[in-house]
């Protein structure tokens, strides 16, 4: 599985971003979806998934701020990241999981800055 993340930014707190995922997969809509973060210094940190069947999870600190979905005619999942403060600094990964066999998109950056 090869995924392409983007989306990542500067922006001010407050402010929205909405990153994507693209998944050069046969079946994407077999693969549960996640969206993971690691800021400097700290370990990379699960932010959301969303099942093959469309249930989704978010970890507490971004509940009600973001909000993962996926396109499967796209082959895509989504992040829609709102409210944005400067604690949600990091590089956002994309994952797919199948079969217990995870994979890994390459990273994009979000900054939130005054």
């Known amino acids: 599985v090869q995924l392409q993340a983007s989306g990542g930014g500067l922006v001010q707190p407050g402010e929205s971003l909405r990153l994507s995922c693209a998944a050069s997969?046969?079946?994407?809509?077999?693969?549960?979806m996640g969206w993971y973060r690691q800021a400097p210094g700290k370990q990379r940190e699960w932010v959301a998934t969303?099942?093959?069947?469309?249930?989704?999870t978010h970890v507490d600190s971004v509940k009600g701020r973001f909000t993962i979905s996926r396109d499967n005619a796209k082959n895509t999942v989504y992040l829609q990241m709102n409210s944005l403060e400067p604690e949600d600094t990091a590089v956002y990964y994309c994952?797919?999981?199948?079969?217990?066999?995870?994979?890994w998109g390459q990273g994009t950056q979000v900054t939130v800055s005054s």
């Open positions: 994952n797919a999981r199948w079969n217990f066999i995870d994979s």
């Open positions: 997969v046969t079946i994407f809509s077999i693969y549960t």
């Open positions: 969303i099942t093959s069947g469309g249930s989704t």
